[in-house]
């Protein structure tokens, strides 16, 4: 592994801890108490601020600030965390704000991608191999599980949770949960089908395909109400993971899932 490569024009704290071939460009700020693995790559005019975890090979684009002081009233100045796995991209102007007493963390899973302008605020969870398109914008104490994908300029309102392989169509306004495998869309969101080209693209066979298919078609195309639904499925369709994920994640739900295009 190479040495750090740290700009003379950069502002880096002493009290930083910068792991291995780590790559600092001029005009970049790295503050005290903060952590950033072996092969990070932090570009002019990125800001590290107090609290931020970087994993290993995070690269951090020109303008981009990770770890800013929570855009909440509750926040008064408590030790909080802005936490970014490994191989995180963050793009040109995207933050990450650092959590609030509520969770004390922001936690941005690895291989994520946060294209540019987009905003995680505080005590938000991202999964693994999230994709935030330009200028979409997740509120507080927002999950999103793995391999979601929110297109540009979508808004998510804070709690709202977002499941595993889901895919958002750009501008999409989100004030309800979304459940896993989906594929959402139009204005105001409905539930327009599977997201079958990512699910193909991710492994998926076609079996498991249907059987996703089966299920969102009781839910939202059989006229049943959840409880309805429920059993039948429970009846009709084979108990797997993906199964249970949908059931789990629906019966859990606090908000209430995004509705269906007949509802």
Known sequence: ??????????????????????????????????????????????????????????????????????????????????????????????????????????????????????????????????ILGNATQVAGEVEVDDYAILSGGSLVHQFVRISKHVMLQGGSRVNKDIPPYTLIGRDPIVYCGINIVGLRRRGFTNEQIFRINDIYRTLYQRGLNNSEAFKVIEEEIPDTYERQLILDFVRSSERGIVRGTMD
């Open 1 to 130: 592994m190479s040495q750090q490569q740290i700009s003379p024009l950069a502002s880096v704290s002493p009290e930083a801890k910068l792991g291995e071939g780590v790559l600092v460009h001029p005009f970049a700020v790295i503050e005290a108490n903060t952590e950033l693995g072996e092969g990070c790559i932090i570009e002019s005019g990125a800001v590290i601020k107090s609290g931020s975890r970087l994993g290993k090979h995070c690269h951090i684009h020109p303008g981009a600030v990770i770890g800013g002081i929570p855009q909440d009233l509750k926040y008064a100045g408590e030790e909080s965390l802005a936490i970014l796995g490994d191989h995180v991209s963050v793009r040109e102007c995207a933050t990450v704000n650092r959590g609030t007493v509520s969770k004390g963390k922001t936690v941005v899973g690895s291989h994520c991608l946060l294209m540019a302008y987009s905003h995680v605020a505080h005590d938000c969870v991202l999964g693994d191999h999230v």
